[in-house]
């Protein structure tokens, strides 16, 4: 994947966790997990856009 496509899977899933009333009660397990995975992907996309900037380097 690539940052900009992490970045929209991670306002994906925290649109899904947003809109079904049964996952916003942050002691769901569900919505536990899909915060988890958003955060993921918006890590990765932080980290392409870092590399994008320095030219590969960290």
Known sequence: MTGPE????AQELLHTARMIPALTDETSPVATLLIAEAQVHA???LVAAIQ???GGAL
């Open 43 to 45: 890590t990765l996309a």
């Open 6 to 9: 992490h970045y929209r899977e």
């Open 52 to 54: 994008a900037k320095t």
